[in-house]
Nanobody
């Protein structure tokens, strides 16, 4: 059974940092492309970052480049999103996804506010 469980969301001040985790069971994440998406209130879900299965190649939406880093721990079968220099516009529910599938986690809330 495939399960993706995000955690690590919190309320943080502008300029702060957070690390989101996505613990995966039911498949091996190193064999698949994995992504983070986010959805802000009243907005559509949007792509944030992706890590490819081979070589660890990554890509990001322009607004988070240089601030966010996607990574994975193959031993723990866990996907991460390290977020720094957070801005109020980063406020959203963040989801991890197995690309090419409809497997999503339940999401974790990130709120950036003073």
């Amino acid at each position: 059974q495939v399960q993706l469980a995000e955690s690590g969301g919190a309320l943080v001040q502008p300029g702060g940092s957070l690390r989101l985790s996505c613990a995966v069971s039911g498949f091996t994440i190193s064999n698949y492309m994995m992504s983070w998406y986010r959805q802000a209130p009243g907005k559509e879900r949007e792509f944030v970052a992706r890590i490819f299965s081979s070589g660890g190649l990554t890509n990001y939406r322009d607004s988070v480049k240089g601030r966010f880093t996607i990574s994975r721990d193959n031993d723990k079968n866990t996907l991460y999103l390290q977020m720094t220099s957070l801005k109020p516009e980063d406020t959203a529910v963040y989801y991890c996804k197995k690309d090419g599938s409809d497997y999503w986690g339940q999401g974790t809330q990130v709120t950036v506010s003073s």
